[in-house]
């Protein structure tokens, strides 16, 4: 079919940039896991999970998308991310613990 290839291409070039941006994102993530970490702050913040869910939920509705489409697609990007943070404030811990001991 290649009447499609130029769609897919393009599609593909936004799947790229998808990808980077969500590369960018979790390098943020990892910063802030060790100030959260170093200030005993949680890694989920119920009233920040809401506040971005909904902010990208109406932004979507301004660029005629579904948000209830962006709601579901960022309840899974923040508990991914949540949990990734959690893990590294987990190891994070650990080695600052394994160091006391030795």
């Known amino acids: 079919m290649d009447v499609l290839n130029p769609y897919r ?3 593909d070039e936004i799947d790229d940039l998808i990808v ?3 590369a960018r994102r979790l390098g943020i993530v990892e910063e802030v896991a060790a100030l959260k970490n170093a200030r005993g702050i949680p890694a989920v913040l ?3 999970v809401e506040e971005v869910r909904e902010r990208c939920a109406a932004r979507a509705e301004k660029q005629n998308l579904d ?3 962006v709601r579901r697609l960022y309840t899974v990007l923040i508990c991914w991310c949540c ?3 959690q893990q ?3 190891q994070e811990r650990d080695q600052e613990s ?3 001991r030795a």
């Open 88 to 90: 590294l404030m987990d």
């Open 83 to 85: 949990d990734y943070e």
């Open 67 to 69: 948000p209830e489409l």
């Open 20 to 22: 980077d941006l969500l």
């Open 46 to 48: 119920e009233d920040r």
């Open 98 to 100: 394994n160091k006391e």
């Open 9 to 11: 291409k393009r599609i």
